[in-house]
């Protein structure tokens, strides 16, 4: 069987991983608070809609408004790719809230205090919208479902979301994971077994942050099924074109 590649269209993700993701991976993007990944994960779900490519986005540590916001300062037009129910969203935040109406790209409301019905509700959606051999599944982030569960129903969760949606439907999954804290660290070396890749996020080391006359950050390809990949850790920047690497050149 012929493998089916997304393809990624930034500059960044062009050198890391020049033949793009399997579709069928389940991809986890982590790393701590401050290290580039709401706007690695923005540039994904751009590069994809540009595509044509649907998208079912879950937020859960923002509000819809909020995600909505960040996508149109990268210069999507979301009213049309929410009119075109191209972009779904999955809310995952307001329910917090109770008296926050709906937005109208908001195709369904999940609570992470119910994983069952988490992914019953998730598996509801991509079958309504026809994603099967195409598309892209964000779920931004893991970090509250995981809290919820103990190590038993965590494993169970995962192995759950990457049989349904990234082996069976051949949808490229990617959840961002805040590794800020020792435990959430924990968490994402409890599942890397299970997962299909893993990109890692960092800032680079102060001193290092000095000496260059741009502001840059890091990202390494921890793991890829199914792909070859740029080995050790990629300084990046961004331009008004979205993510470009960052070589170094060492003078004497």
């Known amino acids: 069987m012929t493998t089916k590649f997304f393809v990624l269209k930034q500059d960044l993700f062009k050198y890391?991983?020049?033949?793009?993701?399997?579709?069928?991976?389940?991809?986890?993007?982590?790393?701590?608070?401050?290290?580039?990944?709401?706007?690695?994960?923005?540039?994904?779900?751009?590069?994809?809609?540009?595509?044509?490519?649907?998208?079912v986005y879950v937020t859960v540590d923002d509000d819809p408004q909020t995600v909505l916001m960040q996508l149109e300062s990268f210069g999507v037009d979301t009213n049309k790719v929410c009119s075109d129910k191209q972009l779904i969203l999955v809310d995952g935040f307001s329910y917090i809230l109770k008296t926050t109406?709906?937005?109208?790209?908001?195709?369904?409301?999940?609570?992470?205090?119910?994983?069952d019905k988490f992914l019953s509700i998730l598996t509801r959606v991509v079958e309504k919208h026809g994603l099967s051999e195409n598309g892209l599944l964000v779920i931004d982030s893991l970090n509250d479902l995981f809290i919820q569960m103990d190590p038993t129903r965590l494993i169970l969760f995962i192995k759950s979301l990457r049989a349904i949606f990234a082996k069976s439907r051949n949808i490229l999954t990617i959840a961002t994971l805040h590794t800020s804290t020792e435990s959430f660290k924990e968490y994402l070396?409890?599942?890397?077994?299970?997962?299909?890749?893993?990109?890692?996020?960092?800032?680079?080391?102060?001193?290092?942050?000095?000496?260059?006359?741009?502001?840059?950050?890091?990202i390494t390809v921890r793991k890829m099924k199914g792909v070859d990949s740029k080995q050790g850790y990629v300084l990046y920047g961004i331009d008004h074109e979205g993510l470009k690497p960052v070589v170094l050149q060492l003078t004497k």
């Open 16 to 55: 890391i991983l020049p033949h793009g993701i399997p579709r069928n991976n389940l991809v986890i993007l982590a790393g701590e608070g401050g290290s580039g990944k709401s706007v690695i994960i923005t540039h994904i779900v751009k590069d994809a809609l540009s595509s044509g490519e649907p998208v």
């Open 101 to 115: 109406k709906p937005h109208f790209c908001v195709e369904e409301e999940v609570q992470v205090e119910e994983p």
């Open 189 to 218: 070396a409890s599942i890397e077994h299970l997962v299909d890749g893993i990109l890692e996020t960092s800032n680079i080391h102060p001193q290092l942050a000095q000496a260059i006359p741009i502001f840059v950050r890091q």
